[in-house]
């Protein structure tokens, strides 16, 4: 039944789920025609929300291209490929691999989202490698699968949030501490059950199906063949002009790495454990410096990598633009409103799950969604004597829950893995279904 389920998905998926790119427009016009229908806005009034938001998202647009560009050159040096191999060598079979590549990447994104995307993709690559009989889509699909538990982790954009002092919402709530929110039972139970159960998930999804079509990991390896070597270092001295000494020195590699970590270390010490994708991408790319020895290897493995962003750097501003329409038109907080008037005081956190995870389609930004929808599901927890902590946490946990059938998220993993949306869709699919159960008894019954 579970082979028959998810063949059916993968095919659907796989036929009529347009590019992200496509995806990304389709749900511009919906959002658009929604903001129309349902609320006192017209044609002109959401044109002029559409483009007042579409340049909201450039920096972290930027942040996330780095994330991809800076891991892509980490990942192609010899140092990580080294490592990498030596961890894939942990599996010899393709529920072996399956297993390996889930927890690894769900353990990632429990320390940090964007490191977790990375190391996931990365290692499913060099797991393909040491595996070729696994299915490539459904070892990527178990990289993403990880990503679930990101916002019940180290860097969830709302308990990371309403634990600072000076939060939006702390006139009304104080600061809410981790160990009430990320330490909680509810929480605490539903990463738990994720992180041992994931792993199996997809080995029986990788075991009952027998998909169609299976992608050669060879032709999808980060195009290392391509970019190693891509422009040999010059050997003789009597041809190194002083521009190529410079070009080839690893002198100059390793003082302007070991500068940056300096910092990273100075960050942590100021800071505490602050992993933020700031961090995270300076760590990348400071690492990636050194590990590839010599400024013109580095600018040989950049050119290769910078390939992969162009996704995220088109499609970032429409979402960006569809997260205006659905702020200034009022939809969201209508959608958040409809769902608070049929809770009470046990369901209030279990529909706010809900409907964060309906709103995520929309706004797929863990801290921008809470920004709406955080000030009406906490004043609504309040009214009804809800648990506000409780209540944050089933807004994270929605934003999380549908990452799994939003493509938002995907494209920096699938942008290393050299697949499509539709690629690793269908898998997805069968994870968002099947984690609805723990996170729903987390949030209803501890």
């Given at each position: 039944?579970l082979?028959?389920?998810t063949?059916f998905?993968?095919?659907?998926?796989?036929?009529?789920?347009?590019?992200?790119?496509l995806?990304?427009?389709?749900?511009?016009?919906?959002?658009?025609?929604?903001g129309?229908i349902?609320?006192?806005?017209?044609?002109?009034d959401?044109?002029g929300y559409?483009?007042?938001?579409?340049?909201?998202l450039?920096?972290?647009?930027?942040?996330?291209a780095?994330?991809v560009?800076?891991?892509?050159?980490?990942?192609?040096?010899?140092?990580?490929?080294?490592?990498?191999?030596?961890?894939s060598?942990?599996?010899n079979?393709?529920?072996?691999?399956?297993?390996?590549?889930t927890?690894?990447?769900?353990?990632?994104?429990l320390?940090n989202?964007?490191f977790?995307l990375v190391?996931?993709?990365?290692?499913?690559?060099h797991v393909?490698k040491r595996?070729?009989s696994?299915?490539?889509r459904?070892l990527m699909?178990s990289?993403?699968?990880?990503?679930?538990?990101?916002?019940?982790?180290?860097?969830?954009?709302?308990p990371?949030?309403i634990?600072t002092?000076?939060?939006?919402l702390?006139d009304?709530?104080?600061?809410?501490p981790v160990?009430?929110?990320?330490?909680?039972g509810p929480?605490?139970?539903i990463?738990g059950?994720?992180?041992?159960?994931l792993p199996?998930?997809?080995?029986?999804?990788?075991?009952?199906?027998?998909?169609?079509?299976?992608?050669?990991?060879?032709?999808l390896?980060l195009?290392q063949?391509?970019?190693?070597?891509?422009e040999p270092e010059l050997t003789?001295?009597?041809?190194l002009?002083p521009?190529?000494?410079l070009?080839n020195?690893?002198?100059i590699?390793?003082?302007?790495?070991?500068?940056g970590?300096?910092?990273?270390?100075?960050?942590f010490?100021?800071?505490?454990f602050?992993?933020?994708l700031?961090?995270?991408n300076?760590i990348?790319l400071?690492?990636g410096i050194?590990?590839?020895?010599?400024?013109?290897?580095?600018l040989?493995?950049v050119s290769?990598?910078v390939?992969?962003a162009?996704?995220?750097?088109?499609?970032?501003p429409?979402y960006?633009?569809?997260m205006?329409?659905?702020?200034?038109?009022g939809?969201?907080?209508?959608l958040?409103?409809?769902?608070?008037?049929i809770?009470?005081?046990?369901?209030?956190?279990w529909?706010?799950?809900?409907?964060?995870g309906?709103?995520?389609f929309?706004?797929p930004?863990g801290?921008?969604q809470?920004?709406?929808?955080?000030?009406i599901?906490?004043?609504?927890?309040?009214?009804?004597?809800?648990?506000?902590?409780?209540t944050?946490?089933?807004?994270a946990?929605g934003d999380?829950?549908?990452?799994?059938?939003?493509?938002f998220?995907?494209?920096?993993?699938?942008a290393?893995?050299?697949?499509?949306?539709?690629d690793?869709m269908?898998f997805c699919?069968?994870?968002?279904?099947y984690?609805?159960?723990?996170?729903?008894?987390?949030l209803?019954?501890f």
């Open positions: 039944m082979g028959s389920i063949n998905f993968d095919r659907m998926v796989r036929r009529y789920l347009p590019d992200a790119f995806f990304a427009i389709i749900l511009t016009f919906v959002v658009f025609l929604l129309i349902f609320t006192n806005n017209n044609p002109v959401m044109v559409w483009g007042g938001g579409f340049w909201g450039l920096a972290f647009a930027m942040q996330m780095l994330i560009v800076t891991g892509y050159i980490l990942a192609n040096s010899p140092v990580v490929k080294r490592f990498l191999g030596k961890i060598n942990l599996a079979t393709p529920g072996q691999a399956v297993i390996l590549v927890l690894v990447a769900t353990i990632a994104c320390i989202y964007g977790g190391v996931g993709a990365l290692l499913a690559i393909a595996v070729p696994a299915d490539y459904i699909a990289a993403y699968s990880g990503f679930l538990v990101w916002h019940g982790g180290l860097s969830g954009s709302v990371l949030l634990a002092e000076d939060h939006f702390a009304k709530i104080g600061s809410i160990v009430d929110t990320l330490f909680a929480n605490l139970f990463v059950t994720l992180l041992v159960t199996l998930l997809n080995r029986l999804i990788m075991q009952s199906t027998q998909t169609v079509g299976k992608i050669d990991p060879a032709l390896n195009q063949s391509t970019m190693e070597d891509s003789s001295k009597e041809e002009t521009a190529d000494r070009e020195s690893r002198i590699s390793y003082l302007v790495g070991l500068l970590l300096a910092f990273v270390v100075y960050h010490v100021t800071n505490g602050d992993l933020n700031n961090i995270v300076f990348f400071f690492l050194i590990f590839h020895g010599t400024p013109r290897r580095f040989n493995s290769g990598a390939k992969n162009g996704g995220i750097i088109i499609q970032f429409f960006a633009g569809i205006g329409m659905m702020e200034s038109s939809l969201s907080h209508e958040s409103l409809w769902f608070v008037n809770s009470n005081e046990f369901t209030l956190p529909l706010s799950f809900i409907s964060a309906i709103l995520n929309f706004i930004s801290g921008g809470w920004a709406i929808q955080g000030p599901m906490i004043d609504a927890a309040m009214s009804l004597g809800a648990d506000t902590a409780k944050a946490m089933a807004v946990w999380a829950w549908t990452n799994m059938i939003q493509p998220w995907a494209l920096p993993l699938l290393i893995a050299g697949l499509k949306v539709r690793i269908g699919v069968m994870v968002l279904f984690s609805f159960i723990p996170i729903s008894i987390g209803l019954f």
